[in-house]
T-cell receptor
């Protein structure tokens, strides 16, 4: 089974600074997808960014970028110019084939990193 | 707003009871997924339906069941509830069954409290 590891239970960053949230993964699949989600205190899960295993370039979405190092099996999230509204839990996830004949799929989540942005 | 709706937002019930959680996927999405988020287990995949058919099963208890209806909305039924079933239950949806490309879009969740 695949495994996602987020080693930082909590992180602090000052407003306007950049922060990197770590994620390592373990899989024997050649084709896989990696995702980051944000969960603010209100509870909803917000999709941030996606990286496919065959993508040549690192994914970027606005202030979010994914530092994908395939050989090291890491997919770190970089948030640039942090804002107070970035304070939330951040989850790294991997798409995992499931079911009979791998006809379905699920997201396998890490335990999350709690980010606090301070003024 | 992800476009996925879930009702109810909160649910408080007693042990031994049965509840039904409802989910409407984003317009055009054929796949629906259910996840459970608890403090001790984290976010766990329960089950996936695609266009009315079950496609994948995760750590779903036998006391739990789900279905997807012809209009693509889905219901998660939880029976013989125990204290440990208290959690945030998410529904998510995606266009395809294999999730190629973009991921899953999550609803706001239903917070279940079993007393």
């Amino acid at each position: 089974a695949q495994k996602i590891t987020q080693t930082q239970p909590g992180m602090f960053v000052q407003e306007k600074e950049a922060v990197t949230l770590d994620c390592t993964y373990d899989t024997s699949d050649q084709s896989y997808g990696l995702f980051w989600y944000k969960q603010p205190s209100s509870g909803e899960m917000i999709f941030l960014i996606y990286q496919g295993s065959y993508d040549e370039q690192n994914a970027t979405e606005g202030r979010y970028s994914l530092n994908f190092q395939k050989a090291r099996k890491s997919a770190n999230l970089v948030i640039s110019a942090s804002q107070l509204g970035d304070s939330a839990m951040y989850f790294c996830a991997m798409r995992e084939a499931q079911g009979w004949s791998n006809s379905g799929y699920a997201l396998n989540f890490g335990k999350g990193t709690s980010l606090l942005v301070t003024p | 707003d992800s476009g996925v709706t879930q009702t109810p937002k909160h649910l408080i019930t007693a042990t031994g009871q049965r509840v039904t959680l409802r989910c409407s996927p984003r317009s055009g999405d054929l796949s629906v997924y259910w996840y459970q988020q608890s403090l001790d287990q984290g976010l766990q995949f329960l089950i996936q339906y695609y266009n009315g058919e079950e496609r994948a099963k995760g750590n779903i208890l036998e006391r739990f069941s789900a279905q997807q209806f012809p209009d693509l909305h889905s219901e998660l039924n939880l029976s013989s509830l125990e204290l440990g079933d208290s959690a945030l239950y998410f529904c998510a949806s995606s266009v395809s069954e294999r999730g190629v490309g973009l991921g899953q879009f999550f609803g706001p969740g239903t917070r279940l409290t079993v007393l």
